[in-house]
């Protein structure tokens, strides 16, 4: 191959590859068609190499030289007829041999110059080929191909090698590192695989400044080459060299060509011997794949920390995230993200480099042009913008723009553009190049949906802001019906603060006057009907938004051929811009027009301010809607009334209350009683004072406050807030409250509960037991519905009257300052131990238990701890054991328990009597026998609780025994009842044997959970017992009479 590039490159003269085409070399060019003419020309280049040949010439050759053989032989034929011509013919012939051999005394020396050269040539070429022909690792294949090129192309200043890494699918370079720009000439080359000769090349080209140099236009003699590199067996391009370099004649071009076919020989074999492909092998520092892996691997790991930090922020704080990672990543002075409006061809910005603007701010770049330069798959550039906009931008940014680069960000999902990345003047000088492009993209490719999600979300945030708002201008229309200018004043301050306008006026049409009347002026209104604005209504801005219904959106005041500048000339006042819009009633006719001057955070009224005025607009007509906020308001006004209520009757727990009560730390139960942890034991017989120590002893004991890390001040100050949520009721007292605890921790202590229910589980019901008859009132779910009670306004609707305001309560108590009890919990077990504390309250409903009761009783044979259903249920029957267990306490406890729960009714019934309405017989102390009531209840009710419970649980057959033994005695005692009611003492000491009364277990026992009595009955007839409920739940879920009425509980 040495020879065809010899023979067809390698001589600069034109005649060298004829005088060698006689030495049978392949390729060489055909010789002359004339045999003798070739033969002589041979001779004579083969005399021409030797001393003698250029001393001196045959004469036969100088004449074949000059006259072609045709032409002597036609002479010599005519000899005879030229005679007489034949002197003139010698000394022409003479003449011209002098001529020749002059000639070809010069021709010899170039020939012998340029053989010479060539000579010396074809060695260097033919090295270089034999380069590319050995070369066997791409770290050599750069250098081989530049030298080769150096041999063929005169005047070579610099040659640039892309080469394809089959990895990344870039054509990268080495010197200087970089990858080729996906557009301009250099693109151009690759994508129609032909050669490209220009006289520089585009800005686009360049991307790193040291190829500077290359920009058109260049010198006259110099040129720019870009020569694609074809695997022809796949069809691709593998590489691309740019050549900046001097002119090519006519034999540099077939060289060139055949050299371009060597490079590709050598690049593909180099990709068969190091498959796949990977040109990372010349190790950039030194090569650009490597260096741009390294890059993009670091660039996605930092666009990954980005997305991370983007997380959960609103709007600004995520662009002003955005914008630093442009400004650090681009090397830019100075970044911004320009967000689209909403029905509006102009771009805001709400975040310039490091800060969040306190107003929107306009740029001077149209909607309609960046989404023309993105059809193209464009940027923007200072070059694309008009000077206008240039000086616009300057003023605005507060520098000069030198260099700028704007890119789109289109919304995947709908393919309208959302915002505008933008980087402005590059530091120290440069220019920005593809790579920094790149940059924003890739930064918006993974950014753009959390973007375009944040700014839908920032979006349904103003119509939540705007529908709040429409509601209170609602509010305010149906709760000034009886004033108009007042209602107005309302309504334009609402509208005035929504759409953050400077004034505001209200002009009111009198259709019989066909006048607007303005009252309303800037929030304020006059009552002097001399001080009123009058003018036609079918003039000016107002005027004509009144006769057409149309809202009026004007961006410049002076512009506009209805306004008048005579006010603002005399008041001194510059309007800028108007919203006007009409208030259109309930049957589409226009009663006002209200009229919005100066946009304060913004050039002008958005499209968005004119959807809230027209709704606005419909809302001030609308009056349906009066009665739901009605309703709401007065639901409003119960709530705020009985958080007042409860605030005016309990106080709240000081810090000295609280170390007062820890100041001797807790104090062991065994101190309080040997038999605490029995179920024999009465907790009634605590004294009041010790009973909040009490509580927090057994949460230490039971290891609630280690295992849920419950802060001790915190549950101390629960407990004394809880106590004191409790009125001084005869029965749902604190007292009541706390024997119920005591049996939730008598259940804890003596049941193997830990194979049944889970720690949380237990916690919730010990809380819940404290908390289970918060704030009651010693009445009844009726008793509220009857006298149509606060709370019987608020939750009458759901059921559960007093059981829904209890677990309000505690809910409240929660939440106050220092009683979190459950601020260290997980958000998931926060939630869980609410609800389970809510659904345990709800079921000390009586009616609740009876309903389930059927359920409870199949846990018996198949309970299965992992069925969340099953441990509720198991949750609800502990719950109603607490609440009843004064009845497991002795026969005192018992009759303690009765006095004190009749009391209540008794108490309720005298009520229902004042308020004219007939009580229940349970609750009529005239009516009311107490042992069948009592015997009722607990052979209905007590009796097959205590037995279910002892069926799951065997150690709980003490608690059985006790209930069924009270029941014996009820039954033993009731002939002694000869009246209704309590006896005028007040007590039923005389039910207690002397033998009892004067033992110690006479002691105030344990009056935790009266046992309610079931639906009185006369002395003779004991019906079926309608549960009184001396626990202290509602006693229906339903609006069923059979609990709620006869339960003493709410």
């Not at 500077?212 to 040129?223: F, T």
């Not at 101190?671 to 927090?696: G, N």
């Not at 229902?912 to 009531?933: Q, S, T, W």
């Amino acid at each position: 191959m040495g020879q065809v590039l010899h023979h067809s490159r390698f001589c600069p003269d034109p005649a060298l590859p004829i005088l060698q085409s006689g030495r049978g070399q392949q390729g060489a060019v055909k010789p002359d068609s004339d045999s003798t003419h070739s033969a002589v020309v041979q001779e004579a280049e083969q005399h021409a190499s030797t001393s003698a040949g250029r001393d001196a010439v045959s004469p036969a050759v100088r004449n074949v030289k000059m006259c072609p053989p045709g032409k002597g032989k036609a002479r010599r034929n005519d000899k005879d007829r030229e005679r007489g011509k034949e002197g003139e013919c010698r000394c022409e012939q003479q003449g011209q041999n002098q001529s020749l051999q002059r000639n070809l005394g010069k021709k010899q020396q170039t020939l012998e110059s340029s053989c010479a050269i060539s000579s010396y040539r074809y060695s260097i070429q033919e090295d270089s080929l034999l380069h590319l022909a050995s070369v066997l690792d791409t770290i050599s294949l750069r250098t081989v191909i530049s030298n080769a090129l150096s041999t063929v192309i005169p005047k070579v200043e610099s040659i640039y090698t892309y080469l394809l890494d089959v990895r990344s699918s870039k054509l990268l370079c080495d010197n200087p590192p970089h990858e080729m720009s996906k557009e301009g000439r250099l693109r151009e080359a690759v994508v129609t695989r032909q050669r490209i000769k220009c006289n520089g090349l585009h800005k686009t080209d360049i991307q790193e400044s040291r190829m500077s140099h290359l920009v058109a236009p260049l010198p006259n003699d110099k040129h720019i080459m870009i020569l694609p590199i074809m695997d022809t067996d796949k069809g691709a391009v593998i590489g691309v060299i740019l050549v900046y370099s001097g002119s090519l004649n006519d034999v540099d071009d077939p060289c060139l060509r055949i050299l371009e076919r060597h490079i590709s020989a050598a690049c593909k074999r180099v990709h068969s011997l190091h498959e796949p492909l990977t040109w990372s092998n010349l190790k950039i520092e030194h090569s650009a794949a490597t260096q741009n892996e390294m890059d993009f691997d670091e660039q996605d790991q930092k666009i990954l920390q980005l997305c991370g930090e983007l997380y959960d922020l609103e709007a600004t704080s995520l662009q002003l995230k955005i914008v630093q990672y442009l400004q650090r990543e681009t090397d830019s002075m100075c970044c911004c993200m320009l967000v689209a409006a909403e029905g509006d061809d102009h771009l805001f910005c709400q975040v310039v480099g490091e800060k969040v603007l306190n107003e929107d701010i306009l740029f001077p770049l149209s909607i309609a042009h960046l989404e023309q330069a993105n059809s193209s798959n464009k940027v923007i550039t200072v070059n694309d913008i008009t000077p206008e906009e240039h000086k616009k931008l300057n003023s605005i940014l507060g520098f000069k723009v030198v260099s700028m680069l704007c890119v789109p960000v289109m919304c995947r999902a709908t393919d309208q553009l959302v915002a505008v990345g933008c980087a402005f003047n590059k530091k120290a000088g440069r220019h920005y190049l593809a790579m920094d492009e790149q940059i924003i993209r890739h930064c918006f490719r993974f950014t753009g949906t959390v973007l375009t999600s944040t700014m839908s979300v920032q979006k349904e945030q103003k119509l939540k802001i705007e529908c709040q708002a429409l509601l209170q201008v609602a509010k305010n229309l149906f709760t000034h019906l009886d004033n108009v200018t007042v209602l107005l004043q309302e309504i334009i301050q609402e509208a005035r603060n929504l759409t953050n306008a400077e004034s505001c006026s209200v002009f009111l049409l009198e259709h019989n006057k066909k006048e607007l009347v303005a009252k309303v002026f800037d929030g304020g209104f006059v009552t002097d009907e001399s001080a009123e604005f009058r003018m036609p209504a079918d003039q000016g801005i107002a005027g004509h938004v009144a006769t057409t219904g149309e809202i009026l959106n004007i961006k410049d005041a002076y512009a506009h051929p209805l306004f008048y500048r005579g006010v603002d000339d005399s008041t001194g006042f510059r309007t800028r811009n108007i919203l006007c819009f009409p208030i259109i009633d309930e049957n589409g006719e226009i009663v006002g027009v209200a009229e919005l001057c100066n946009k304060i955070n913004g050039p002008w009224f958005t499209k968005f301010d004119e959807d809230l005025a027209l709704a606005f607009s419909i809302y001030c007509g609308i009056s349906i809607v009066h009665s739901l906020l009605y309703k709401k308001v007065n639901e409003a006004q119960y709530r705020s009334h009985l958080a007042n209520e409860m605030m005016m009757y309990h106080m709240k727990v000081t810090n000295e209350e609280v170390m007062r009560q820890l100041q001797h730390g807790i104090k062991p139960l065994s101190k309080i009683s040997p038999d605490f942890a029995d179920f024999s034991y009465t907790p009634r017989s605590v004294a009041l004072e010790d009973t909040t120590m009490a509580i927090i002893s057994m949460a230490e004991d039971l290891g609630f406050i280690e295992e849920f890390k419950i802060e001790l001040n915190t549950l101390a100050r629960f407990c004394m807030m809880v106590r004191r949520g409790y009125r001084d009721t005869p029965y749902h007292n604190w007292m009541h409250a706390f024997s119920v605890t005591h049996f939730c921790y008598l259940l804890c202590k003596n049941l193997p509960l830990n194979g049944y229910l889970y720690d949380l589980e237990l916690l919730a019901l010990f809380i819940a037991c404290m908390c289970h008859d918060l704030d009651h009132r010693g009445t009844n779910n009726s008793f509220q519905v009857a006298s149509k009670s606060v709370l019987a306004a608020l939750y009458s609707s759901e059921g559960s009257v007093m059981e829904r305001h209890h677990f309000a309560q505690a809910i409240a108590i929660v939440n106050s300052e220092g009683c979190n009890i459950f601020e260290t919990f997980s958000r998931k077990d926060y939630t869980t131990i609410l609800d389970l504390i809510r659904e345990i309250i709800l079921a000390t409903d009586m009616a609740h238990h009876i309903k389930i009761f059927p359920e409870i009783q199949r846990l018996v044979k198949d309970y299965n701890k992992n069925n969340i259903k099953h441990r509720n249920l198991l949750l609800f029957l502990m719950m109603t054991t607490c609440d009843l267990n004064d009845q497991t306490k002795g026969w005192v406890t018992t009759i303690r328990t009765a006095e004190l729960i009749y009391k209540e009714f008794f108490s309720q019934g005298d009520l229902e009597k004042a308020m004219g309405n007939r009580p229940i017989e349970m609750m009529d102390r005239d009516k009311a026998y107490v042992p069948d009531l009592q015997i009722n209840f607990m052979k209905h009710i007590c009796i097959p609780t205590y037995d279910l419970l002892k069926d799951i649980f065997p150690k709980a057959e003490l608690p059985y025994q006790q209930v069924k033994s009270n029941h014996d005695e009820w039954v033993r005692v009731a002939p002694q009842f000869t009246f209704t009611g309590l006896p005028n003492s007040g007590n039923l000491d005389f039910l207690i044997k002397p033998e009892i009364a004067d033992s110690p277990a006479a002691a105030p026992a344990s009056s935790g959970a009266p046992a309610s009595p079931a639906a009185p009955t006369t002395p003779t007839s004991p019906t079926i017992p309608t549960s009184p409920v001396a626990t202290t739940v509602p006693t229906s879920l339903t609006s069923s009479t059979v609990g709620a009425d006869v339960a003493p509980k709410a």
